[in-house]
């Protein structure tokens, strides 16, 4: 955690209250992360750094919007970031992460490196299932080529789900019976 860095947070020689931090995360930022969940984006991150008696806090305030892939059309479109989070930061002898929101740093650094905190922020900010939104008729913005290909594709596959292999036939007839009959009475099939 202990970095000297772009996205560093000074915690030495500040006296007890809040502080404001502000970046503003671009191309260059998302970059320097080998994951690719974001290929680019326009996020302005105020972190507040709030300092008494020996705790301190750090409040992530993240607004903009980044670019994703849909899931659906694999093309890239804007998705909305608007997320607050938090994270205490202790003071000790070893630097590492103690839980999902506490972090230890050591007591002679003088900033905390927040660049992945803010990454991961805006990562969990972003739905589970990205999809291109809807337009203001409600239909998907989705690439319409890549749309229809999955639906000739769907249909084939719906058609052979139709056919069954006759070995299972069987075995389908005697789950009727045992649903028509119960499975706790013995009958001779």
Not at 55 to 76: A, Y
Not at 80 to 91: A, N, P, R, S
Not at 132 to 150: I, K, V
Not at 153 to 165: L, M, P, S, V, Y
Request: one cysteine or more.
């Amino acid at each position: 955690m202990r970095k000297q860095g772009i996205y560093a947070v000074r915690i030495s020689g500040l006296e007890e209250g809040d502080h404001d931090f502000s970046f503003e995360l671009d191309k260059q930022f998302f970059d320097s992360f080998e994951q690719p969940e974001i290929e680019n984006g326009k996020v302005l991150a105020r972190i507040i750094l709030g300092k008494k008696h020996g705790v301190i806090t750090l409040r992530f305030l993240l607004t903009g919007e980044v670019e994703v892939v849909c899931d659906r059309c694999l093309e890239s479109f804007n998705a909305g970031v608007d997320t607050e989070q938090k994270i205490f930061v202790k003071l000790g002898d070893t630097a590492g992460e103690i839980e999902d929101d506490v972090v230890m740093i050591g007591k002679n650094d003088y900033e905390i490196e927040v660049g992945q905190f803010m990454y991961e922020f805006i990562v969990l900010a972003l739905p589970f299932k990205r999809i291109h939104p809807l337009d203001e008729d409600g239909n998907s913005t989705c690439n319409q080529e890549m749309l229809q290909t999955l639906e000739d594709h769907r249909a084939k596959n719906q058609e052979q789900n139709d056919q069954t292999d006759p070995r299972w036939d069987a075995l389908k007839g005697i789950t009727e019976k045992i649903t028509r009959y119960g499975t706790s009475e013995k009958k001779d099939f």
